[in-house]
């Protein structure tokens, strides 16, 4: 078909673009996934040992929100995945929906797209290359994951069941990310849209899981990412479900080349309309443009946090429901205290809010970067703007916006909670559980702003931080790792609150770190180049 | 009274790329001065070290007075610079960034600001990811001289502008001037420069080449002759300063050096003029004449003199 002419070359191009990010993922992806169930077989190696953690497990909503139910309590592969395996399938899918959006919208925007459709490349060809491109990734992330786990001694049908779980959900939202780049002109929006419908089916299975004690658990069948749990690897390995995946992939690429076809070259479907010919009398600081520019990004995250709060203030009470089995009062009973499983939960809740804040805050930070290599900044520093000035705007959106949103959440779990079991307290203990987490998220925003003044071209170091604390976090413990390594995350010093106790002076130095790193950052932006890349 | 803009022996690397090489430049208050280079010599290197955008490795730069890489804000209140790749935020519309540059620089004049709105003709309620070039070009020309400014910083800055907007661009640059404003005008387009500016620096990888009037490069520079003559010439060939030297018959075609002009003409003359046609050299030849036939050889040597 004369419209795909071109696809190879684009592939090509797309493969040389991507050349170390695509491997470096890879690599990682499976060694994670596959260190982390070898690491959990240990720790379990008699069945008597799975069925007593799996029980545990498949009654605590917090997990059963998190990660979801074990399906067979007695199989070493369910509950050595039980993690990862969800988490894993989660990163394959967030790679899709970038690379398809980067290959295509953000071609299409900064008009390089225009450049190369001038050249003999038919009208289909940057779509598919971009589809080609990211399922051929997800399929060779999920080969190389099950090669992996079959290495580290796990059974090969789950294994393989779960690569190609990892390949199908990848494929899925790349297929997701070809159609919302069909809908908008910006490729922020178009991977904003994808990764928004990402969260949003993972916190309807996460309903649907944690409510399967109120017969709710058909919701999780409503969420792609549901599917990929239904495909049961090493519980029954269902391979049928992979269908469903493959099914939603094929029909979303079928209505992004329709909407393609139909839009002229670097249009979205909606016409743009005409805006106001002079600024709003409060477009005159640089603070009040950053506002401008992240303002859209950030009413997005409110809405999402606003929902997830009352999502985990509203399973409080089922979380009071799971009081009545005994492995949930052994639970507690390790935990010491009845009140403190909801609190548990509600605290561990918490701590996930404090690290997608920080993605919040580290993304507005490195807004600073994005403005200086787009030139944005240029014009903006050629007035009467010092660079510290024009620094500090997207640096306060940074710390502002995030204590905002851990306020939204904190208020709208603390409402819902407080509803639920009829105590007003609990919305004070909530909202103190959230903002606890503010400090160390400033880590991650200073440790961004930090390698934007001294190593802007290392930007990325924010993401590399941000990702070892998690992991330092989730697997710390897991790999017995010393404490002084597990201290080295900001959040390990964050009290767990509810439930623990509210201690002043880790939440005092965190922000003075924070502090610092902001300042040793800006200085070190007062006396660099500025630079295009 | 003190040059707008003077620099001396600038030099910036980038790694290994030796941008500007003890580059000299010295823009007096009130004139029109124009940067004159191909892609690559330095002309946006320069303009972004006077903005305190780049850090020189040595050498003196010195704008309005002050020092462009510690006075910043103070300095940037009394200029405007309109970059050469203009980049623009998608999701405002025109009018908003004509607008905020403005009043980030301290203040804009809505009179002129209509005013110049109406002459380049441009609509202020597009959003900048539909402008084309030439009308974002247009939104930076419009914000940077709507403000009441002294020194105009101008990288390239007609690119992607047509014919008519090329013209509206050089009657506001003509009423500049007569305001008694400065501004460097950084460019490649030789007739843009001949038109507007009063003086010339030539820069070439980094460093001046050429500095002055066009008047006085002209004067230093060769003179191209065509005749018809009376019969074949005659001692054309062993006359020094004579180059490209062309006989068809009794036609004659040279281009000769400006002090061996007088011995070139009474070579012409004993043989009889019939038809004598002398051209100036165009901006275009003084342009060829540092980077043309002579490409490499100048490398290291001061401004040239034939």
């Known amino acids: 078909m004369s419209s795909l002419v071109g696809t190879a070359a684009l592939v090509r191009l797309a493969l040389r673009r991507d050349r170390i990010i695509l491997p470096v993922f890879i690599i990682i992806l499976a060694v994670m996934v596959a260190a982390s169930a070898y690491a959990t077989a240990e720790l379990y190696p008699t069945v008597a040992s799975r069925v007593e953690a799996t029980a545990v497990i498949n009654t605590a909503t917090s997990t059963l929100a998190m990660f979801g139910p074990i399906h067979d309590e007695t199989s070493v592969g369910a509950l050595s995945t039980f993690k990862m395996g969800i988490m894993g ?66 059974p090969i049908r789950g294994s393989v069941v779960m690569g190609f779980g990892f390949a199908g959900l990848g494929i899925a939202f790349a297929a997701v990310a070809a159609f919302t780049a069909q809908l908008t002109k910006s490729a922020r929006a178009a991977s904003g849209m994808a990764g928004g419908a990402l969260g949003f089916f993972y916190l309807l299975r996460a309903i649907g899981d944690a409510s399967a004690g109120n017969g709710l658990s058909w919701v999780s069948w409503l969420s792609p990412v549901g599917w990929w749990q239904q495909t049961r690897p090493f519980a029954g390995d ?64 409110a809405v999402t946090f606003v929902a997830a709060g009352f999502v985990v203030g509203g399973l409080t009470s089922s979380v009071d429901d799971f009081l009545t089995s005994p492995q949930a009062l052994d639970f507690i009973a390790k935990l010491g205290g009845v009140q403190s499983i909801s609190d548990a939960f509600l605290a561990v809740e918490l701590g996930f809010m404090g690290v997608f804040l920080s993605v919040f805050g580290m993304q507005a930070a490195m807004r600073l970067r994005s403005e200086e290599t787009a030139m944005r900044a240029e014009p903006l520093l050629a007035t009467a703007v010092g660079r510290v000035t024009w620094a500090l705007s997207h640096v306060t959106i940074a710390v502002l916006g995030t204590t905002a949103l851990a306020v939204f959440m904190g208020l709208s779990a603390g409402l819902t909670s407080a509803a639920q079991v009829g105590d007003i307290g609990q919305l004070g203990r909530i909202l103190l559980g959230a903002l606890v987490q503010l400090p160390a998220v400033w880590v991650v925003v200073g440790i961004t702003v930090a390698a934007f003044g001294m190593a802007p071209r290392q930007i990325v170091i924010g993401w590399v931080a941000l990702v070892g604390f998690v992991l330092l976090g989730e697997f710390g413990a897991l790999f017995d790792l010393n404490q002084a390594v597990m201290d080295i995350s900001p959040f390990a010093h964050v009290p767990r609150i509810p439930g623990g106790e509210f201690v002043a002076a880790p939440m005092l130095w965190l922000t003075a770190v924070a502090a610092a790193l902001i300042v040793a950052g800006l200085s070190g932006f007062r006396r660099r180049d500025l630079g295009g890349s | 009274m003190e040059a707008a803009i003077q620099i001396e022996k600038l ?113 202020p309620t597009k959003k900048t990811r539909a402008y084309s070039k030439g009308n974002r070009q247009k939104v930076a020309l419009v914000a940077a001289l709507s403000s009441d400014v002294e020194l105009l910083l101008l990288d390239e800055p007609t690119a992607g502008l047509d014919p008519l907007m090329d013209a509206v661009f050089r009657e506001c640059i003509y009423e500049l001037r007569e305001q008694g404003r400065t501004a460097l005008l950084a460019s490649h387009i030789l007739s843009e420069v001949e038109a507007l500016a009063d003086r010339v620096s030539i820069i070439r990888d980094g460093r001046t080449v050429d500095v002055g009037s066009l008047a006085d490069m002209r004067h230093l520079a060769r003179v191209s002759i065509s005749a018809d ?37 009474i070579a012409l003359t004993s043989v009889g003029v019939s038809s004598l046609k002398s051209q100036p050299p165009t901006l275009e030849e003084l342009f060829m004449r540092h980077y043309g036939d002579k490409k490499g050889a100048l490398k290291g040597e001061g401004p040239v003199t034939p």
């Open chain 2, 11 to 123: 030099t910036k690397t980038f790694g290994s790329t030796r941008a500007l090489d003890e580059l000299d430049l010295e823009v007096r208050v009130g004139e029109v001065h124009g940067l004159l280079g191909p892609n690559g010599a330095g002309k946006s290197t320069t303009l972004r070290v006077l903005l305190g955008l780049l850090r020189a490795d040595s050498g003196v730069a010195r704008l309005l007075g002050g020092d462009p890489w510690r006075d910043v804000e103070r300095l940037h209140r009394r200029l405007a610079y309109v970059p050469g790749d203009v980049t623009l935020w998608p999701s405002l519309t025109g009018g908003e960034v004509i607008d905020l540059l403005g009043r980030l620089r301290g203040g804009l004049d809505e009179k002129r600001r209509a005013e110049l709105l109406e002459r380049f003709d441009l609509d």
């Open chain 1, 89 to 154: 399938a989660i990163a394959v899918a967030v790679l899709a929906l970038i690379i398809v959006v980067r290959h295509t919208r953000a071609e299409e925007e900064t008009g390089r797209l225009e450049m190369l459709g001038a050249t003999v490349v038919g009208r289909r060809a940057p779509l598919t290359a971009a589809l080609l491109v990211a399922g051929g990734a997800s399929l060779l992330t999920g080969i190389v994951t099950a090669l992996t786990m079959i290495a580290v001694g796990m």
């Open chain 2, 229 to 265: 003559l009376a019969g074949p010439p005659d001692g054309l060939t062993t006359l020094p300063g004579v180059h490209n030297l062309k006989v068809d018959g009794t036609h004659v075609d040279l281009i000769a050096d400006p002090d061996s002009l007088d011995k070139v003409l």
């Open chain 1, 238 to 301: 269902r391979w049928w479900v992979l269908g469903l995946l493959l099914g939603l992939a094929v029909v979303l690429s079928a209505l992004a080349y329709v909407l393609a076809a139909r839009r002229d070259f670097a249009a979205g479907l909606l016409p743009d309309r005409p805006g106001p010919a002079a600024a709003s009398p409060s477009l005159r600081s640089p603070l009040a443009l950053a506002w401008r520019l992240q303002r859209g990004g950030f009413l997005a995250w």
